[in-house]
């Protein structure tokens, strides 16, 4: 039988403000434990929760960037458990009313065809603390640092079909709240969290199958790798006569499978209730309006700009915007360099090749963009050729130096003095008159391919630093 | 909708609160008086009624985005029952 | 022995200012009442009288560097459900028997800047939960109009401290009836403001909707000076009102002839003492004579106040009742063998019976599958009662009606029988899920006993309900009587 894959994911973003969501406490990564816990966040008796302006925006933002609509009065919930993670025994978050409605966002698929994923909503909530389970003498140690960090969970609808689309949107969601600057993206440090819904249905049926919720995984191979190994699983289940049993699981990275999460005897039942101690959260339009007033140009407006304003391929503008560091970093080589399309090539083979090669990422590059600009500007006023280019680029990544600086110091401007030229053209016909004699004689399809070996010669006696275009032109000239 | 002992143990559960067996019956009985008072309401013809949350029509105040407390986990953990190395410990969590 | 404990606020600011007595003095003269008397009525979970002295001394270089404000140096209690740095704050519960709070709740801040004197810390139901302050930890107040009795509750210790003049002044807080309900059957005043006009931030919550901070003190001046110090905007509380507050003292004087005073017909039915409504009904002949209009107002679904009462209270405490797991602060139990071994015998351990109750209910009203037919039903039968207040309120300016059904019950009596426990808050509890403010003020006594005459203000109407309260007070003398023994 053929099976449809249905996937949905729900993801868990830390918005990038200085303090938490309902107290004056700092939401800075790698504290030491419970220094950045106040009573607010310790659930302490008699202490109540006030909102942080800073993360209603950036739900704001993010909202406005998927299309959706801002709801103009939401409210805040409790969600009751117990987990030691969980100082109050009730997370604060949004169940009913949420602040971002139904919205949008478009993945290219490998095919190359574009995609309209749904997104249902996304909320405000608090994020919880942290288990430490190295052993404490049998103890698991609890950091509440985390506790009340300002969270938005995003949630798909079940639009996905693939593991591949997921990752694809995933990435997409990544993309956009790092462009919006709304989080700073950091997987290792769990910015940025993804659940997964997975189901399949033979294929042509209308009703989803029974799902299973993914937990822990914490980056988009891994998301990848259990969506995979989940959707085989629930196949293999259904096709052995078998039922798939609605429940969390957990993907174990290092056996590279999802297992049943040990669920207590109980089903959840959350009870959730408006938060008494917060009012509704009513958004006017002038609140909307100044909020995304400053909003930074989005991936894909940026993209369609690349391809118009530089003329830049499709798939070299959705390189170029797949961040916003990288897009930032490529405007600001054009702006120096002034060719677009030769800045593109720069950063995209010589730059990110040896990115790759030192294993380093954009924004520690010892070469800055204005750095590179100035190379590619030497390049496009024929003051070096490419070639030598790649020389100084290789320099500028040891000494960090400018491009200016290493070709004087060596001297390695470009002859474009075509009586130089002309010399060193005479001399080489001069030194090779068997050769010329050859291609006089030769087959004039050939002569192009022949017409190599002088070019060489007369760019080895000049040291390189011939144009080469001239070279080329002068030689035809004389030989021909 | 009566009251039943198995409903009394899984409430008892969801607020983790220990009841003695031999204590079940009788708080059983205590909680379906109470729900009987409660359930006076059903009297009442509620259809198109606005539930109300909140005593006073208000809308929530925003806090500017400041850090504004320091670190005092040390005053703060004194009354903890059981702290090592600045953590909470509880009996051990088993994912 | 002086007499100073026999003073109004008024009467000790002046003497402090005179120089007739320090506030060391005052503070000495009340902590020897205490000492004298609390073993029998055992009013105080706390006596902080260290710091109390201490304060006293500040109070005092203050005064005398002319730098006193109208309650410098008074001393006062405050219920044990505020949190005060340093000192027990246990909220009646053997879940905070080990608490020491680590600061300060908005109340307890801006009375200590006002410059008054914390004696200890009140006695009261367990988290505020009861009427007869019989689910204290720490045992029941005595009634110091009769010992064999409740004071009420839950601010049973500060109502029957300051009726037997152990503190000229207490703090009360009112979820349901808590301070106007101890005020009645101590023979006080009590006031719970409207809903946000005292800042919650530091009072340990029962039922965030509902719970109010309010003063509680022989005379309605007196409880006008003190709210007058409570009251305002506190950023750190979402529901506390941004908006000035009234000038109290002011309002006391304000004629009130021509005031219209609704007399709520529903409170006046079946289940009222007889002994209680004659004492309201002779309170309302002086205030004809004084020139108010009685007008008859209705509160039709006032009945159905008490059941919703009892879902919406215990639903939001049963959440804010979570964060006592034994993990953070609180008692946690010996030996835990797992995480639900700890929460499970800490929590049972910690929490007595009536909290345990009032849990279970609330959690049963959230479930799944119940929360239409409980927390939502209540959540509306609340909008209509609101909705009854708005329009008695069109026909008065004040509401009146007696704030409980009887004089104070014996010991025991209701402490097996939860219902008819909670039917001891009928006339109060209404006011609570409206959010308006009304008060407790003594009327004639009825089999010897205290009575309570409620008057029920509407939004941000503290002024005009004190103002009736104080000029009644002017014509009669049922504020000033003393139990005996205590005079």
């Known amino acids: 039988m053929a099976w449809e894959t249905v996937i949905g994911l729900e993801i868990h973003v830390q918005l990038t403000t200085k303090s938490k969501i309902f107290s004056g406490a700092s939401t800075r990564f790698g504290a030491e434990p419970n220094t950045q816990a106040c009573l607010v966040d310790l659930g302490f008796p008699g202490v109540l929760p006030v909102l942080n302006e800073g993360a209603v925006r950036r739900a704001v933002l993010f909202g406005t960037a998927i299309e959706a609509e801002i709801a103009r009065r939401s409210v805040f919930a409790r969600k009751n458990y117990f987990y030691p993670d969980l100082p109050k025994g009730y997370q604060i978050s949004q169940y009913e009313l949420p602040i ?8 290219l698929l490998e095919n190359g065809e574009r995609k309209r994923i749904g997104v249902t909503r996304a909320h405000l909530e608090e994020d919880a603390g942290k288990s430490l389970h190295e052993d404490f003498h049998g103890y698991t140690g609890i950091d509440l640092n985390r506790a009340g960090t300002p969270l938005l969970e995003i949630v798909s609808e079940p639009d996905l079909r693939s593991a591949k689309e997921a990752v694809a949107y995933a990435k997409k969601i990544h993309q956009i709240v790092t462009y919006l600057g709304i989080c700073d993206g950091n997987m290792q440090e769990g910015s940025f969290r993804m659940d997964a819904n997975v189901s399949v249905r033979p294929v042509g049926r209308k009703e989803f199958g029974t799902r299973t919720e993914l937990k822990n995984l914490n980056s988009f191979r891994f998301l990848e790798r259990a969506i995979d190994f989940e959707v085989e699983r629930q196949i293999d289940v259904l096709e052995s006569g078998g039922q798939v049993v609605q429940e969390t699981r957990l993907y174990d990275a290092q056996k590279d499978e999802t297992r049943s999460m040990r669920t207590k005897e109980e089903a959840n039942d959350y009870r959730y209730f408006p938060d008494p101690d917060l009012l509704p959260l009513v958004i006017e339009d002038a609140f909307i309006e100044e ?15 690349f391809e118009e304003e530089y003329g830049l391929s499709a798939y070299d503008a959705e390189v170029l915007t797949a961040t916003r560091p990288q897009a930032d970093y490529y405007e600001a080589v054009v702006a120096v360099a002034g060719d677009a399309k030769l800045a593109a090539n720069w950063m995209m083979v010589e730059l990110f090749g040896a990115l790759n090669k030192a294993g380093l990422s954009l924004e520690v590059s010892p070469v800055s963009a204005e750095a590179l600009g100035g190379l590619v500007k030497r390049i496009a006023d024929d003051t070096i050729s490419g070639k030598i280019a790649k020389t100084v680029f290789e320099e500028m990544w040891r000494s960090g130096r400018a491009a200016d600086e290493i070709i004087e110091e060596k001297g390695l401007r470009q002859i474009t003095d075509s009586s130089a030229i002309e010399a060193i053209v005479d001399e080489v016909l001069a030194e090779n008159a068997q050769q010329v004699e050859n291609y006089r004689n030769a087959d004039p399809k050939k ?18 630093k011939a144009n080469p275009r001239q070279v080329n032109e002068l030689l035809r000239n004389k030989l021909g | 909708m009566s009251l039943q002992r198995e409903d009394v143990e899984k409430i008892a559960h969801l607020a983790r609160l220990a009841v003695p067996e031999e204590e079940l019956e009788h708080l059983r009985g205590e909680l379906a008086g109470i729900l009987h008072l409660v359930e006076q309401m059903d009297e009442l013809d509620t259809g198109d009624i606005t539930p109300m949350a909140h005593p006073l029509e208000m809308t929530q105040r925003l806090r500017v985005d400041r850090v504004t407390e320091e670190n005092h986990r040390d005053q703060y953990q ?8 600045g953590l909470y410990l509880v009996p051990r969590v088993i994912e | 022995m002086s007499d100073l404990h026999r003073k109004s606020l008024r009467e000790l600011r002046e003497g402090l200012a005179a120089g007739s007595f320090t506030s060391v003095e005052l503070v000495e003269h009340f902590l020897a ?6 073993q029998t009525l055992n009013t105080l979970i706390t006596v902080s009288d260290k710091e109390a002295l201490q304060q006293a001394g500040a109070a005092d270089e203050r005064i005398q560097k002319g730098e006193a404000g109208p309650l410098t140096g008074i001393p006062l209690i405050h219920k044990d459900i505020f949190c005060t740095r340093g000192v027990k704050t246990s909220c009646g519960s053997r879940m905070l028997d080990n608490f020491i709070s680590p600061y300060d709740a908005t109340v307890v801040e801006r009375l200590a800047d006002a410059g008054m004197v914390m004696l200890g810390k009140a006695n009261m139901d367990e988290f505020a939960m009861g009427s007869s302050n019989e689910t204290s ?4 107040v005595k009634n110091p109009w009769d010992t064999e009795r409740v004071p009420g509750g839950s601010s049973g210790g500060s109502a029957a401290a300051v009726a037997a003049r152990l503190a000229p002044a207490a703090t009360g807080t009112d979820t349901g009836g808590s301070i106007r309900q101890p005020a009645a059957l101590c023979g006080i005043t009590g006031l719970k403001p409207s809903y946000g006009r005292v800042s919650r931030w530091g009072m340990i919550a029962f039922a965030s909707s509902l719970d109010q901070a309010g003063p509680m003190a022989r005379s309605a001046e007196d409880c006008a000076l003190l709210l007058s110090a409570m009251a305002g905007f506190d950023e750190r509380d979402s529901t506390c009102v941004d908006r000035p507050v009234d000038d109290y003292l002011a309002a006391l004087e304000r004629p009130v002839k021509g005031l219209r005073v609704g007399v709520v017909k529903e409170f006046f039915g079946e289940g009222l003492d ?3 409504g004659a004492s309201i009904e002779e309170a309302m002949k002086v205030l004809e004579g004084l020139g108010v209009e009685l007008v008859e107002v209705s509160l039709p679904h006032s009945r159905y106040s008490v059941p919703a009462y009892y879902v919406v209270a215990p639903a939001e405490a049963s959440s804010n009742l979570a964060r006592y797991d034994g993990v953070r602060f609180g008692h946690r139990c010996d030996d835990p063998k797992d995480l639900e071994d700890l929460y499970k015998r800490s929590r049972a351990e910690g929490f007595g019976a009536e909290v345990k109750r009032r849990i279970m209910i609330g959690t049963y009203a959230l479930s799944a599958g119940y929360y239409d037919a409980y927390y939502l039903k209540a959540q509306k039968v609340r909008q209509v009662i609101a909705r009854d207040f708005r329009n008695a309120f069109e026909q008065a300016d004040l509401l009146l009606g007696p704030a409980s059904p009887e004089v104070a019950f014996r010991l025991g009596e209701k402490s097996d029988d939860p219902v008819s426990m909670y039917l001891s808050d009928i006339y109060t509890i209404a006011v609570n899920l409206a959010g308006l403010p009304a008060l407790s003020m003594p009327a004639p006594r009825a089999h010897g006993l205290p009575v309570g005459l409620q008057l029920i203000g509407n939004y941000f109407d503290e002024g005009r309900l004190l103002n009736l309260a104080h000029q009644l007070q002017l014509a009669t003398d049922w504020h000033l009587q003393t139990p005996e023994g205590f005079a």
């Open chain 2, 78 to 85: 004194a009354v903890a029952p059981l702290v090592e190395n």
């Open chain 1, 100 to 107: 971002v409605g139904r919205g949008h966002v478009e993945i």
């Open chain 1, 447 to 464: 002569q192009p391919k022949m017409l190599g070996f002088f070019v060489g010669q007369v760019m080895k006696k000049s040291q390189g």
């Open chain 1, 291 to 305: 909020t995304v007033k400053g909003m930074p140009e989005l991936p894909e407006a940026r993209r369609r700009r």
């Open chain 3, 33 to 38: 009442r205490i000492r004298e008397h609390d």
């Open chain 3, 274 to 276: 007889s002994g209680v």
């Open chain 3, 137 to 140: 930890y720490y045992g029941p």
